[in-house]
């Protein structure tokens, strides 16, 4: 040290010299702005994430708690998609609004109820995609089994999704039980204190990866991989819409939350003791910012993509909406009753003509 720095050679100057550099890593690992970033866009996306997802997953469930003599496992597995998306919707309010004043005003209960609501939506979201996936391979790669056919009920199916909802219990409870409520030097926050000298918060970022992208993925790559021969060994001619819709889920889940994931695998690196820089904090502060909010706004696409992609599910909306505000979606339903028919006349005429051309 005293060959380095030949000009110290007190205690008071090796001090000094101490001070300036916890002045400066202090300078450089402040998080001011994205604090300041966090504070406007985060209440803002969230906000729009929870309004469209609400829409699009409320009026699933009214749809299927109106219908429910008509249910079967799909639409099982379908209400509580719909019913972990809404858990998880509710906790983007609070979320928002912490981001917005950067103090937790709710109180200790308060934490546990929105991280559990949090953690249950996000976990029983995932688990009841993995669910469906796997009934719809039942169903098709082995619809003349015995055993298959035998158990697909919708008894069997709600014990099925107690068993899920469970699952997700079991998944979330580290994260509940140890979020709590702390006062710092900036007021009140809620976040997750794991217990000093344990591997908790590594743990935590392993089962965000698992059970949030690596078996999902693999579930789906798996079962649709054997699915989509069989749909295209079909002469049915809805079988490439199906294939181009397995791909669309398949996509959409990969883009929506790979980035999420790759970050929460960055902080586990960091928390192992790599990337330890404060320009790898401000970056994976600022990247979790623009990730977590892609992968909340996922929960918006599951109405559109299991279930308003079906003819009979739009028309049972459409019902509804027709029911609830009869001024506006009565007209709209006339007016797209009439296009629809003079649509399907026109095809049918076209049909016959295309057919006169080829014989």
């Known amino acids: 040290m005293a060959t380095i720095y030949p000009s110290m050679t007190t205690a008071d100057d090796y001090s000094e010299y101490y001070n300036e550099i916890l002045q400066d890593t202090y300078q450089v690992c402040s998080n001011a702005n994205v604090s300041a970033f966090s504070q406007v866009f985060l209440p803002t996306l969230y906000s729009i994430v929870f309004i469209v997802g609400f829409i699009g997953n409320g009026l699933v469930l009214c749809v299927l708690l109106k219908y429910h003599k008509r249910s079967n496992v799909t639409d099982v597995c379908l209400f509580n998609l719909a019913l972990s998306d809404l858990l998880f919707l509710i906790s ?137 021969p069989i749909l295209m060994a079909l002469k049915s001619q809805k079988r490439h819409k199906a294939v181009r819709l397995i791909l669309v889920l398949v996509t959409v889940f990969f883009v929506f939350w790979t980035p999420y994931n790759i970050v929460i695998f960055l902080k586990f690196l960091r928390q192992l003791g790599y990337m330890t820089s404060c320009q790898w904090e401000q970056d994976l502060h600022m990247a979790t910012q623009w990730v977590e909010t892609i992968a909340f706004s996922h929960c918006c696409l599951n109405p559109i993509i299991y279930a308003f992609v079906g003819q009979k599910f739009r028309t049972l909306v459409r019902n509804i909406l027709k029911q609830w505000f009869p001024v506006c979606f009565g007209r709209c339903t006339t007016v797209f009753s009439e296009f629809s028919e003079r649509k399907s006349s026109m095809s049918s005429h076209s049909s016959v003509i295309s057919t006169t051309k080829i014989v």
Not at 126 to 134: A, G, P, R
Not at 184 to 212: A, V
């Open 92 to 228: 983007l309010p609070f979320w928002a609004h912490y981001a917005a004043v950067t103090e937790w005003t709710f109180g200790g209960f308060m934490c546990h109820a929105v991280t559990a609501l949090y953690m249950l939506g996000f976990y029983g979201s995932i688990f009841f995609m993995i669910l469906m996936t796997l009934d719809r391979y039942a169903v098709i790669v082995h619809a003349h089994s015995s055993l298959f056919t035998k158990h697909r009920s919708v008894r069997a199916s709600i014990a099925m999704a107690l068993f899920m909802w469970a699952l997700s219990l079991g998944a979330s409870l580290p994260t509940i039980i140890f979020s709590q409520v702390k006062n710092e030097s900036d007021g009140w926050i809620c976040k997750e204190e794991y217990p000093e000298q344990t591997r908790w918060k590594l743990f935590s970022y392993i089962e965000l990866n698992i059970f949030g992208l690596i078996i999902p993925l693999s579930v789906m790559v798996f079962c649709y991989s054997r699915i989509i």
